[in-house]
């Protein structure tokens, strides 16, 4: 589940300034269904989506443990 360049949806001007995401883990299930010529490069300023960040999580620990072997 390998990071991406952040990135977050043209639509995200949109919602409530509390409700905007960013997006840098192409495992990310509403990142994937973010089409790619719908998509703007970089945070925009939005926090990383939960999915986003637990899946980071997941793929640091994962290298911790190999590292660890």
């Known amino acids: 589940m390998p ?3 952040a990135f977050y949806s043209v639509n995200e001007a949109k919602k409530a300034a ?3 995401i960013c997006h ?3 495992a990310c299930p ?3 269904e973010i089409p790619q010529n719908a998509r703007k ?3 925009g300023g939005h926090p990383l989506c939960v999915d986003c960040r637990r ?4 793929d640091n620990l994962a290298a911790y443990r ?3 072997k």
């Open 55 to 58: 899946l980071n999580n997941l």
């Open 24 to 26: 840098d883990n192409d």
């Open 66 to 68: 190999i590292s660890r």
């Open 3 to 5: 990071r991406v360049p």
């Open 18 to 20: 509390a409700q905007r």
């Open 41 to 43: 490069s970089g945070d």
């Open 30 to 32: 509403l990142g994937r």
